[in-house]
């Protein structure tokens, strides 16, 4: 089985990616969180920023629901069709969501914007 892990070049973090996202992307809406997709970029690995703002809560929430998302993403990242660019934007609820329940809506989402490799 190979090593999941999700280093730090396959992050988004500064402001022009993120725009770039925002204005060329889309972006499906959940009760918990927002998923912004770039599709069919020709890199090849996958990138993903996290957003939660302030009105997630104080900053141990805001870490808290951030670690999670990470978890979630870096445990599927393996089953996301490369050149894609994602944003994950954490909603207030996510701060009081268990992780089974974040887990989920960030499936839910991810299948309905088609971001997950064909199986082969």
Known sequence: MPRLH???AARLS???EFERLKREGESFHGKLMVLSVLKNLPETEV????????????????NRVRRR???IVRAARPQIS??????VIARQAAS????QALSDEWHSLARRCAIFAPCS
């Open 47 to 62: 990138r993903v920023g996290f957003i939660t703002s302030r009105r997630v809560g104080g900053a141990v929430l805001r």
């Open 14 to 16: 500064r402001a022009f």
């Open 82 to 87: 490369t050149g894609t660019w994602l944003a």
């Open 6 to 8: 999700f280093p730090k």
């Open 69 to 71: 998302l990470r978890e």
């Open 96 to 99: 009081r969501a268990s992780f």
